[in-house]
């Protein structure tokens, strides 16, 4: 039996009216997800667009580490200890230094592929 | 053998899709470094390159016609394997360099375009003679004097398959520009410039996140291209910048989901599509190691799904569905039971034949049409 591409809206005559239906239907759901999202976090801004949340999507979770910074900060704290990244590991801001500890180890993949094995 | 159809009818695309081969290992841990990050194959389809998050490149070589293997003909077995890229440290910027391969791309052999492409800054785009390694050209730069005017990043660019001034950008809100390189030396100032008008009374906070254009390819003609946004694949007419000619939904029941998407961070997944060589039908990845074909001359569309379970050989594809709502029926799959950890965002159709690759996190799977 030849299996044919599976038909999953018939009754649907073109691409344009099943996008209008669905869009209109669309609308309900995406705005109930909105108010959920902003029910967890009350603080969160109205759109999610900004540079900061941009420049939070480029940086892509990694993690800083500058000797200047980290020199510098330790000479300050003397013999305090050094405020360490916290359990949030991803989130730099200006109070928190990473320290070489913090960082993982870089190194490369020495292993051959297991797509050739 | 095989009863009726099949992709050898010239009239339609009933494919039946079976399962070829499956390259990786079976391990429940996945290692970050065996992720799989780019698929392609090559201009004429006897050579397929995956990349993976560590750097490393396989390229695979299809096997030709063998009397004293008769079933080995069309399978890809290994032709080489090398560490391409490896992790670094910019001491200066305090930055990591990733080794993870963005994108491969096959120099095509006649060698007419020398230039290449370089998109994976998210500001600028730079274009570089393959010669001269020590310095690019800037052609695009959306960078902002002030980084907190930032509004929109570039997220994907490809050259025109045969005009070969002519490139496309998309961006994180859903645009997508054509400049010509004939026009002027910095291609800030777009040629065209594509959007789908939105209706405002729709608009919500996930708006603009999910209209964020993941990849863009030009189809073979030349004359269209697709866009990947997060629930859909768009087909545009180059002609025709105020709209789409064809809008495929890929996983729409989805929009139900976004509190959860956004709280996981799968709202920013970036996946790819991909034509078929003739350019009748399209293809994009989705969650639960499924995957989405469209049919755009007979608006069909079937969902399969590359598991271990299917991977007995030459066995057919049974084609999936997914359960939105209400009553789910024998062998259907609710939104809430999909895995969301496996996704596949990286998929390539051979340029001539019905052979798909599909890459299923740290596994490549190539299905055939049962009538190759």
């Known amino acids: 039996m030849s299996q044919k591409l599976e038909e999953e809206n018939p009754a649907e005559e073109t691409g344009e009216e099943k996008q209008d239906t669905q869009e209109k239907e669309g609308i309900l759901p995406e705005r109930a997800e909105e108010a959920k999202l902003k029910a967890k976090y009350p603080s969160l801004g109205q759109k999610p667009g900004g540079s900061d949340f941009l420049m939070k999507r480029l940086q892509k979770g990694q993690k800083y580490f500058d000797s200047g910074d980290y020199n510098m900060a330790k000479a300050k704290m003397k013999n305090k200890q050094l405020p360490s990244a916290g359990p949030d590991k991803n989130l730099v801001t200006g109070d928190h230094i990473p320290t070489p500890q913090d960082l993982p180890q870089r190194k490369s993949s020495l292993v051959t592929s297991k797509l050739a094995g | ?372």
């Open chain 2, 1 to 372: 053998m095989a009863g009726a159809g099949g992709g050898g009818c010239p009239a339609g695309n009933d494919f039946q899709w079976c399962f070829s081969q499956v390259k990786g290992a079976v391990d429940e841990d996945v290692a970050e470094a065996d992720i799989i990050s780019t698929v392609e194959f090559n201009y004429s389809g006897d050579l397929l390159a995956t990349g993976d998050k560590g750097g490393r490149v396989v390229i695979f070589q299809r096997e030709q016609e063998n009397k004293i293997r008769p079933h080995s003909r069309g399978e890809y077995n290994v032709y080489s394997t090398f560490q391409s890229h490896e992790p670094e440290f910019d001491y200066l910027k305090s930055l990591e360099i990733e080794e993870k391969i963005n994108k491969i791309r096959w120099l095509p052999q006649q060698n007419a375009a020398h230039f290449l492409l370089s998109t994976n800054d998210d500001l600028r785009i730079n274009l570089w003679h393959l010669e001269i390694t020590d310095r690019s050209f800037n052609i695009v730069d959306i960078k902002p004097a002030n980084m907190e005017e930032l509004t929109e990043v570039i997220t994907a660019a490809e050259f025109h398959p045969h005009q070969c001034n002519v490139l496309v950008y998309s961006s994180s809100k859903g645009t997508i520009r054509l400049c010509d390189m004939r026009s002027s030396a910095l291609c800030d100032r777009h040629s065209k410039f594509f959007e789908e008008p939105e209706d405002p009374s729709s608009r919500s906070f996930f708006s603009e996140i999910i209209s964020s254009i993941s990849d863009v390819k030009f189809s073979h003609s030349g004359r269209y291209m697709m866009t990947r946004d997060y629930l859909s694949v768009k087909v545009w007419d180059l002609n025709m910048e105020s709209r789409p000619v064809e809008t495929h939904q890929v996983h729409e029941y989805l929009r139900s989901k976004l509190c959860s998407l956004y709280e996981n961070d799968c709202i920013f997944d970036k996946f790819e599509c991909c034509w078929n060589g003739s350019d009748s039908a399209v293809m994009t990845g989705s969650y639960n190691n499924f995957f989405r074909m469209f049919d755009r001359s007979t608006r069909r569309d079937v969902t399969l799904e590359a598991s271990r379970e299917s991977s007995k050989p030459r066995a057919s594809l049974k084609p999936r569905k997914v359960c939105a709502g209400g009553k789910r029926k024998k062998d259907e799959i609710s939104v809430d039971s999909l895995d969301f950890n496996k996704k596949i965002l990286h998929t390539a159709w051979h340029p001539v034949d019905n052979v798909i690759a599909v890459a299923a996190t740290n596994n490549l799977y190539i299905f055939q049409d049962k009538a190759n």
